[in-house]
């Protein structure tokens, strides 16, 4: 071996094995993410969608179990509990059986812009209110899928990845075989491999082929999906930072389309050149027969330091110039969110790292944020949105 391969090989060794002592410290002695998330009276009730004293009457008549208590008397309520309140009481959340998933890329080809810290936090976001979410890591780098604790390289001797499917030279046809549990109840994912690399060869050289090869390898992971849109509320697509096949494959299976942007000069300018290149693609899709409209685009302002210089007046050109397409919140660029990353977490998996106050400022931002999202992806379901219910009523 070459003395660059094998240093390479070498420092990929060494950090691989620092990783997994690294999660032995932060998660449970197996290594494994163990959750061990409690919610007092009043935030259980709300990610249920009901009120404290609704919640306490259930329990009261009957119709709820008694609620888990702490030494101190007080009452909690686990992740588990809220899902079986939620059936004992009927409550559904998320679309109705016939109607499909809402797929959503978060989409720059800029890297480290939160597109994977985006992809995360909104997963867990909807799993906490007990929406159904597909996960699907489209990035070689992985890192959605670490946040998840799958390793990657655990993946390099299955034949059913993503990667495999993609593949046009491969015969693995169900992607269903390719997705794994988390540690939420209601959140699975199908994580990225090392083999996504070599799919994105492999569908590039259908090129040479021409017509109907190149048809069916820009559709490849939408016909994927559409197989498993009726199991999930939303699917979370984290894409490739550049706009090859993946990309675009990436782009035909999203329904909606969340841009990602900081606050910052660089950020800002580098998303107009990405727009156009969406709209060239979406117009090469159209012509492979592969037409893409999406039921909603926002821009996300993804890192928003108030008090830095210049940011402030980044985000009111941002309102300027994207006007209705921007989310009306910035997320806050916060040290909560770095601090939970680095463990491995999102922030609603992870306790305060320093003061109460800060912790919940960066919650309460993310939930508004997340919140208007959701409202996008419930219009998209008649089922769920002002316009469907007026038209049933109407019927
Ligand atoms: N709102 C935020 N506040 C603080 N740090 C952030 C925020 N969003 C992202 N980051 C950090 O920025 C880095 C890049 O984010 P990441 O989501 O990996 O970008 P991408 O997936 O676009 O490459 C990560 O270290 C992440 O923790
Ligand atoms: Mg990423």
């Given at each position: ?11 990929s060794h060494?950090?691989?094995?620092m990783?997994d002592r690294?999660?032995a410290?932060?998660f449970?002695?197996d290594?494994?993410?163990n959750l ?19 919640l ?9 179990p008694n609620?888990?208590?702490?030494a101190n008397?007080?009452?909690f309520?686990t992740l ?5 309140i939620r059936e004992?009481?009927?409550?559904h959340?998320g ?6 998933a809402?797929i959503i890329a ?17 997963a ?9 979410v ?29 990667g495999?499917y993609l593949s ?5 046809e ?6 794994y ?13 090392l083999?996504l690399?070599d799919?994105e060869?492999?569908l590039?050289?259908t ?6 090869a ?6 490849r992971?939408?016909?994927g999906?559409s197989g498993l849109?009726?199991e999930f509320d939303v699917?979370?697509?984290?894409p490739?930072?550049a706009?090859?096949?993946l ?5 035909a ?9 900081p ?5 800002y ?6 727009m156009?290149?969406?709209a060239?693609?979406?117009?090469i899709?159209?012509?492979?027969g592969t037409?893409v409209?999406y ?14 210089p ?14 209705n397409?921007?989310?009306t ?6 040290e909560?969110i ?20 800060t ?7 993310l939930?508004?944020v ?9 219009q998209?379901w008649?089922?769920?949105s002002?316009a469907?219910r007026?038209a049933?009523?109407?019927?």
């Open positions: 071996m070459s003395y660059t391969i094998n240093t390479l090989r070498m420092i060494s950090c691989e094995q990783r690294v999660k410290i932060e449970a002695p290594g494994a993410k061990d998330l409690t919610f007092g009276p009043g935030i259980a009730a709300e990610l249920i969608g009901r009120t404290p004293e609704a306490a009457k259930a329990e009261k008549e009957g119709r709820l609620p888990k208590q702490q008397g007080r009452r309520y588990e509990d809220l899902t079986d004992a009481l009927n409550i959340v679309k109705a059986a016939d109607e499909d809402v978060n989409s720059n080809f800029k890297g480290g812009v939160g597109k994977s810290t985006i992809t995360k936090h909104f867990d976001y909807l799993g906490l209110r007990g929406y159904k597909l996960v699907v890591d489209c990035d070689p780098q992985a890192s959605t899928t670490t946040m998840f604790d799958i390793k990657p390289e655990t993946l390099m001797d299955t034949e059913q990845t993503l495999d046009p030279r491969s015969t693995f169900d992607l269903r075989l390719a997705i549990d988390t540690a939420w109840p209601t959140i699975k994912i199908i994580p990225s491999s083999g690399q799919a060869w492999d590039t050289a090129l040479q082929e021409g017509g109907q190149v048809r069916e390898s820009l559709q992971l939408r016909i999906l849109s009726k699917i979370i697509l984290d490739p930072p706009m090859g096949f990309g675009l494959n990436v782009m299976a999203a329904t909606g389309l969340l841009i990602p942007v606050a910052r000069q660089l950020d300018l580098s998303t107009i050149h990405f156009d290149t969406v060239d693609n979406i117009e899709l159209e012509k492979n037409p409209d039921g909603f685009i926002r821009i996300v302002c993804s890192a928003f330091s108030p008090g830095k210049g940011e402030a007046d980044m985000w009111k050109m941002m309102q300027a110039t994207y006007a397409s921007l989310l919140q910035p997320i806050l660029a916060s909560e770095k601090n939970a990353t680095q463990a491995f977490r999102s922030i609603y998996e992870s306790k305060p790292s320093a003061s109460h106050a912790y919940q400022r960066c919650r309460t931002n939930d508004e997340f919140g208007e999202v959701v409202q996008l992806i419930r998209q008649p089922s769920t002002m469907g007026s049933s009523i109407a019927a």
